[in-house]
């Protein structure tokens, strides 16, 4: 049987990217550091996947094991050594930290045999796979460095798929909703996997994604958070929060339509579409699961800044992007450790120099002034 390793037997690992494996045949070894999922992995050898729908249809996932990533060092590396394809699901900020291991894994794989691995990072983060390959490089002795091109195939993807936290402690099943789109950019043919599209430009398809579903999802999480609402759905019950999340998506809509030629009424469509998969209030989907790790949605290259800058670069108009980001640095929830971070800077230094230290913009920028503008009025 074919295998696939997959990092992270989360939300998106089990629910999304490794249900698609075993659906094309292949076995399915998660690599956690979650020993009971682990465990539970290894014991029951099958879980569920169930569509948030009022049909509540679910599908069996089987041929699926766990390792722990921690203790199983060695048994990670073998998996490895045996494998078609290797993915993560983990979170960009944690790709650094699964590298050494993957690396040993690669040293110890083109050693042993001459087949071709195919690694894909698929996270919210524009090159993540390329960011991996780079922390993994940091790893690896000349040797295995010298064999990656002839062995070792990275390629970019998209991934979206609304996975919510689970509210099934102990169970290995896994509610989702039923649309996904998983897009690899590659110019060679991969080894079958049903549900992955190959494209050999990724870059609309992840912008167009990161800056409507995530950017949308955004401004509904931290304007519902702002207004006291628990789930996306219902925040999405306030007229004036879905006329906000339109603005903003009109403004990342006309960086999207100028810079990749896209048809205007082709992409209303598309935001439509995403605005009633955000609805779906089987998915109960909580605003501070979607507004989560505020410093990294501030990032840059993340959802809010990148497109705001993109839009003002383009001559376009980007104050409900910057009203989104003031709403994201309002967010101050303190259960996640990075929104807790970002407030006690704010707090020590103030917003011009939070959105220099954490979104690269300079403290007398044009779209710092307005943020803050945006960050005052929220704010009362
Ligand atoms: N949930 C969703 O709807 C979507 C999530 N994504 C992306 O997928 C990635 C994963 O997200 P989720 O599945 O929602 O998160 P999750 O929290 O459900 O899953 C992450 C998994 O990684 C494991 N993990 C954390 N640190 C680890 C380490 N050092 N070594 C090994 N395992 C470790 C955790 O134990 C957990 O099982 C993120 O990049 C997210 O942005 C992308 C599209 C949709
Ligand atoms: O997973 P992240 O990057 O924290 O952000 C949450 C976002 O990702 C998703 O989980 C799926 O794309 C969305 O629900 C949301 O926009």
Known sequence: MKQAV????????????????????????FVDIADQIINQLNEEK???????????????????????????ENEVIEAIKHATYLTTAIGPNILP?????????????????????YVIACENQISATDLLKGYIQEHLDEDTKAHLAD????????????????????SLDVLVEPYYEWVVEASESLPNVEGMTIVSDLAPFIERKLFTVNTGHAVIAYLGYLENKT????????????????????ETGSYLIKQYGLDSDEHQHYINKIINRFKNSYLNDVVTRVGRSPLRKLGPNDRLVRPAIEAKKAGLSYN?????IAAALLFDNKEDEEAVKLQSMIKENGV?????????????????????????ALKK
Request: charged share 20%.
């Open 6 to 29: 997959h990092f992270g037997a989360g939300n998106i690992g089990r629910g999304f990217i490794g249900a698609l494996f075993s659906q094309s045949g292949y076995h399915v070894t």
């Open 97 to 117: 930290r699964i590298a050494p291991l993957i690396a040993k894994g690669l040293a110890a794989r083109v050693k042993a045999t001459d087949d071709i691995l």
């Open 231 to 250: 789930t996306i759905d219902q925040t999405l019950a306030d007229e004036k929060i879905v006329a906000q999340v339109q603005a903003t998506l009109d």
């Open 320 to 324: 409900n992007l910057a009203k989104a």
């Open 151 to 170: 062995k070792v195939h990275f390629f970019n993807s998209a991934v979206d798929r609304i996975v919510p936290l689970q509210n099934n402690q102990g």
């Open 352 to 376: 011009p120099h939070v959105l220099k230290e954490v979104s690269g913009l300079d403290e007398n920028s044009e779209l710092t002034k307005e943020v803050l503008s945006s960050y005052n």
């Open 46 to 72: 099958q879980y569920q996947v169930k569509l948030a729908t009022d049909r509540q249809e679910s599908m069996t996932i089987e041929n699926v094991s766990g390792l722990n990533n921690m203790t199983q």
